[in-house]
């Protein structure tokens, strides 16, 4: 099927379908969802194996549309989870993102895995393994915005009981939160996909909380390694 198609002028409540992306983890997915008014249903949801998704997700994207007998320009937005998670990953879904929406002029919304995560659990704070004994952390607090972080042993030891329960789907994290903050409930659930980031979306009412594209970004919490290990020795740099 040709994913191309000329840019619609139907904005996000009038069009039919929102696709969604989340190539961040492990494993990754393409949804298309339906929108009913206020309501939105998924329609279709494709995964993809990790370390795969140059090869597989613009395919995938293709296959969900055309499932729903439907084109790029039916589109009303595009959803990607745009990290935190693999670095690779998380560019690859940006990217396709980017390039499906910016011919076709369609609004881009973009939302934190961490986020999904937590609304799936129903709780204000979720974790994430981040390999290296890390974990990609966000700490609901009271009276406040959620505060996302790379966390060890240290910042997690640190957690108290009015973060309230932590939502994990994943064993590293778990181990790694069970031995450094004991005294914390942890929520387990499954691993956030596509189909979750577009009902977490439509859950959160930012169907206009749209981004300008030269401005997406990935929300990493940790700098790459070509970042860290191609940085010059302090003596090199003096």
């Known amino acids: 099927m040709n994913i191309g198609g000329k840019g619609s002028e139907v904005g996000v409540r009038q069009a039919r379908f929102v696709l969604g992306i989340d190539t961040c983890g492990p494993t990754g997915s393409v949804a298309l969802g339906s929108c009913n008014g206020s309501r939105l249903q998924i329609v279709e949801q494709i995964e993809l194996e990790g370390r795969s998704y140059s090869a597989t997700l613009m395919r995938a994207?293709?296959?969900?549309?055309a499932h729903?007998?439907?084109?790029?320009?039916t589109l009303g937005a595009i959803v990607v989870a745009n990290g935190p998670g693999s670095f690779t990953g998380v560019r690859i879904g940006l990217s396709a993102a980017k390039g499906l929406a910016e011919p076709a002029q369609i609004p881009v919304a973009a939302v934190s895995r961490l986020a999904v995560l937590a609304g799936q659990a129903g709780v204000g704070s979720s974790a994430l393994d981040a390999h290296r004994h890390e974990v990609f952390?966000?700490?609901?607090?009271?009276?406040?915005?959620?505060?996302?972080?790379?966390a060890g042993v240290a910042e997690l030891a640190a957690i108290r009981e009015e973060h309230g329960p932590i939502a994990l789907c994943d064993d590293a994290a778990a181990a790694l939160l069970s031995s450094a903050c004991q005294t914390v409930k942890c929520v387990?659930?499954?691993?956030?996909?596509a189909a979750d980031a577009l009902q977490h979306w439509a859950s959160i009412g930012a169907r206009n909380a749209f981004v300008d594209l030269a401005l997406l970004d990935g929300h990493y919490l940790r700098r790459s390694d070509a970042e860290i290990f191609g940085e010059p020795s302090p003596a090199h740099s003096a």
């Open 68 to 73: 729903a007998a439907a084109s790029v320009s």
């Open 188 to 193: 387990r659930v499954p691993a956030p996909t």
């Open 137 to 150: 952390l966000r700490l609901g607090r009271p009276a406040a915005p959620p505060q996302d972080l790379l």
């Open 61 to 65: 994207i293709a296959d969900v549309l």
